[in-house]
């Protein structure tokens, strides 16, 4: 699905998720209420098991907020999208 808000997302990202987005995105990303309470108590109720960025690089405090709020680390793709991927690296 599409969501314009992270607060929507949160709400209904299923456990295991591929979360595609922009850095433009995720520079506006805030982690939901609670979400570090939940990871120090053991739960983590936004925890997709991918998270794609793609369009430019991501400024590094916006790839720990991610990392931090998504429990999951950001793996940035370069490269066009005509030809494929030219490079990636993970950003944890």
Known sequence: GQYEFWENLAAELPA????AT????????VPPAGA???RNA???????SLVLSAGAPLPEPAAA???DGLGTAVTEIYGSTETGV????RRD
Do not use: C, H, N, Q
Request: charged share 20%; proline share 10%; hydrophobic share 60%.
């Open 65 to 67: 907020a991610a990392r």
């Open 36 to 38: 570090a309470a939940s």
């Open 86 to 89: 030219i490079a990636w690296r």
């Open 16 to 19: 295991a998720a591929v979360l």
């Open 42 to 48: 053991g739960v983590a109720p936004m925890r997709p």
């Open 22 to 29: 922009r850095p433009a995105d995720l520079t506006r990303f």
